[in-house]
């Protein structure tokens, strides 16, 4: 069974940092693109980055562009993402999803809670 | 960029009934147009990629078509199960996928 664990949100102040991790088991997660998706409160699903196996080709919602970082590490079949400098809007769930295909997300994790507040 | 605009913002229909969301593109998609199911506090949920392929597990009442910058998701007998809001995603774009505002579902 597929399954996608995020961890590592939180309450952080604006301009401080946090990094998400993203868990994968059931499948050969160095075979498969990964994403970051994030939904704030009360509003819609919002894509914020891309990357590729071999992490050969990143990619970022101008939103996050210069203030995040998606990495993974294969080994530890874990996605992660370095958010800097963030802001009260970057509060949200933040999901990490498994890239199928010609760009759908077949599998999603439960989602890790964002809070950017002073 | 590629804007997604969905109608409507939010439905409320009964038990059996058969329910269209329509989801446009600014520009033509191709066959780049995926529907997703999410419920509050829950993973979001492929239901529909490449415009029409329904996903394993995915009831039958669920179908989709499309083409070029209109598409839609219909559900034939709306179930109890089927509340959550429902989202299109373009992804012809790789280097900035987006999407739709999504439609909210309500079951009498």
């Known amino acids: 069974e597929v399954q996608l664990v995020e961890s590592g949100g939180g309450l952080v102040q604006p301009g401080g940092s946090l990094r998400l991790s993203c868990e994968a088991s059931g499948f050969t997660f160095s075979t498969y693109t990964m994403d970051w998706v994030r939904q704030a409160p009360g509003k819609g699903l919002e894509w914020i980055s891309f990357i590729s196996t071999s992490s050969d080709t990143i990619y970022y919602a101008d939103s996050v562009t210069g203030r995040f970082t998606i990495s993974r590490d294969d080994a530890r079949n874990s996605l992660y993402l370095q958010m800097n400098s963030l802001r009260d809007e970057d509060s949200g769930v933040y999901y990490c999803?498994?890239?199928?295909?010609?760009?759908?997300?077949?599998?999603w994790g439960q989602g890790t809670p964002v809070t950017v507040s002073s | 960029d590629i804007q997604m605009t969905q109608s409507p913002s939010s439905l409320s229909a009964s038990v059996g009934d058969r329910v269209t969301i329509t989801c446009r593109a600014s520009?033509?998609?191709?066959?780049?147009l995926h529907w997703y199911q999410h419920k509050p506090g829950k993973a979001p949920n492929l239901l529909i990629s490449?415009?029409?392929t329904l996903q394993s597990g995915v009831p039958s009442r669920f179908s989709a078509g499309g083409s070029g910058t209109e598409f839609s998701l219909t559900i034939s007998s709306l179930q109890p199960e089927d509340f959550g809001t429902y989202y299109c995603q373009q992804s012809y774009t790789t280097r900035m996928y987006t999407f739709g505002p999504g439609t909210k579902v309500e079951v009498k």
């Open positions: 520009q033509s998609i191709g066959r780049y």
């Open positions: 490449a415009v029409s």
């Open positions: 999803a498994r890239g199928a295909g010609s760009g759908w997300l077949d599998h």
